[in-house]
Nanobody, 126 residues
Framework: VQLQASGGGLVQAGGSLRLSCAAS????????MGWFRQAPGKEREFVSA????????DYVDSVKGRFTISRADAKSTAYLQMNSLKPEDTAVYYC????????????????????WGRGTLVTVSS
């Protein structure tokens, strides 16, 4: 499975961006999808995940109420809608796919994700 993240850019604080993660080369519906981010000088951080069914989602506390993860299996694409962006959201954002037998399962653990896309840079100016 190949993943391609896009949609990053420069935005002012309070603005919005929508990241997309397009998958190819596999059966998209077999995978829970996740978003991680890594800010300069910091470790990679879990941001959000969505189950195969789309019915279960998970978020890191710092983005709850501002970010929304979704998926469109017909397009083999996952999304991360980011609203009310803050300078501390500045990071390279990565999407990843985790093979899941349970279609309601999600995971926040990076080592449970099999495939990773190249990151897309999000910069939030104050």
């Amino acid at each position: 499975v190949q993943l391609q993240a896009s949609g990053g850019g420069l935005v002012q604080a309070g603005g919005s961006l929508r990241l997309s993660c397009a998958a190819s080369g596999g059966t998209f519906g077999n995978y829970a999808m996740g978003w991680f981010r890594q800010a300069p000088g910091k470790e990679r951080e879990f941001v959000s995940a969505i189950s195969r069914s789309g019915g279960s989602t998970d978020y890191v506390d710092s983005v709850k109420g501002r970010f929304t993860i979704s998926r469109a299996d017909a397009k083999s694409t996952a999304y991360l809608q980011m609203n009310s962006l803050k300078p501390e959201d500045t990071a390279v954002y990565y999407c990843a796919a985790a093979f899941m037998l349970d279609n309601r399962g999600t995971t926040i653990k990076p080592n449970e994700y099999l495939y990773w896309g190249r990151g897309t840079l999000v910069t939030v100016s104050s």
